[in-house]
Nanobody
């Protein structure tokens, strides 16, 4: 059973930084982060495939966020810099045993089994 568990959310002022962590039990080819703001759909923020050779970022976070993974710790990270109020959302970690190696698309397979964490809140004030 793959069970992600996030940590590291919180409140920060605009321009600040936060780092999210997610421990994933079991092997996962594709791991990543999604976010959902009130009244909006859940969107993919960043994903990382296998050892990290292939990463994907949404246009809204490219250049500010960095996704990485530590295989020894079964952990995926999201370093978030230059945070803006529009980054305020619940952030969810997701993992899947399968994946696709694209840098222009999240590595999750459409319709594939995906495991979700409980979410961690990120709030950015202006």
């Amino acid at each position: 059973q793959v069970q992600p568990a996030e940590s590291g959310g919180g409140s920060v002022q605009a321009g600040g930084s936060l780092r999210l962590s997610c421990v994933v039990s079991g092997f996962s080819s594709c791991m990543g982060w999604f976010r959902q703001a009130p009244g909006k759909e859940r969107e993919a923020v960043a994903t990382i495939y296998k050892t990290g050779a292939i990463t994907y970022y949404s246009d809204s976070v490219k250049g500010r966020f960095t996704v990485s993974r530590d295989e020894d710790k079964n952990t995926v990270y999201l370093q978030m810099n230059s945070l803006q109020p529009e980054d305020t959302a619940m952030y969810y970690c997701a993992a899947s045993r399968s994946g696709v190696a694209y840098s222009t698309h999240p590595c999750f397979v459409a319709g594939g089994q995906r495991y979700w964490g409980q979410g961690t809140q990120v709030t950015v004030s202006s």
